[in-house]
């Protein structure tokens, strides 16, 4: 496993924005890019739920749920994974986790987001 350090969370408006960042401290530059990515989050008494994960050509894909308001992005030269979250909505309040190389990859320690109102 590697260390996935994830920053950026924290309490925002409904409406507001916030950009979550997620380091791979010590990760080959060749091994990130090569890498699936993806973000998942976690409600209270609910399952985990795929968030947004760039395709296998490198295109990014998004949960229906945040279609035009969030945006996955990476710095390859950073080791850095990013989501950028605007207009949020109550219902986006969870945890959220990236992740490298699925489920059985690395995951971050989650960062928690709460929307209010």
């Known amino acids: 496993q590697v260390t996935l350090v994830q920053s950026g969370g924290g309490l925002v408006q409904a409406g507001g924005s916030l950009k979550l960042s997620c380091l791979a401290s010590?990760?080959?530059?060749?091994?990130?890019?090569?890498?699936?990515k993806a973000w998942y989050r976690q409600a209270p008494g609910k399952e985990r739920e795929l968030v947004a994960t760039?395709?296998?050509?490198?295109?990014?894909n998004y949960a229906d749920s945040v279609k035009g308001r969030f945006t996955i992005s990476r710095d390859n030269s950073r080791k850095t994974l990013y989501l950028q979250m605007n207009n949020l909505k109550p219902e986006d309040t969870a945890v959220y986790y990236c992740?490298?190389?699925?489920?059985?990859?690395?995951w971050g320690q989650g960062t928690q987001v709460t929307v209010s109102s």
């Open positions: 992740n490298f190389d699925g489920e059985h990859g690395s």
């Open positions: 010590r990760m080959i530059t060749s091994t990130f890019w090569a890498s699936t």
């Open positions: 760039f395709t296998t050509d490198g295109r990014p």
